[in-house]
């Protein structure tokens, strides 16, 4: 499975910006997709998640403000990101698993190369 994401940028805070990840190669059995986000020195973060049925989790530091979905026969996930915040400031990383919990990172078998958002205050 490979995982290439795009639409990260430098945006003014209160700004929006919509990140993507096309999925390809043998994503039949991929049930969990998610989005995760690393500050240089600090611990990998979910920032939210998606299954195959649509049930979607998404973190506290984040919720009312990004969305996540799937769209195009499952293979495209997008981020949704509004009111963004300078601390929201991060590499983003699209990864999908087969097994588990979709907000546990043991489920998460692939991943992107990453897109940067800068969040400008």
């Known amino acids: 499975v490979q995982l290439v994401e795009s639409g990260g940028g430098l945006v003014q805070a209160g700004g929006s910006l919509r990140l993507s990840c096309i999925a390809s190669?043998?994503?039949?059995?991929?049930?969990?997709m998610g989005w995760y986000r690393q500050v240089l020195g600090k611990e990998r973060e979910l920032v939210a998640a998606i299954d195959s049925s649509d049930r979607t989790w998404h973190g506290a530091s984040i919720k009312g403000r990004f969305t996540i979905s799937r769209a195009n026969a499952k293979n495209t996930m997008y981020l949704q990101m509004n009111s963004l915040k300078p601390e929201d400031t991060a590499m983003y990383y699209c990864?999908?698993?087969?097994?588990?919990?979709?907000?546990?990172?043991?489920?998460?078998?692939?991943w992107g190369q990453g897109t940067q958002v800068t969040v400008s205050s």
């Open positions: 990864a999908a698993g087969r097994l588990g919990p979709i907000q546990v990172v043991s489920t998460y078998d692939y």
């Open positions: 190669g043998s994503i039949s059995s991929i049930n969990a």
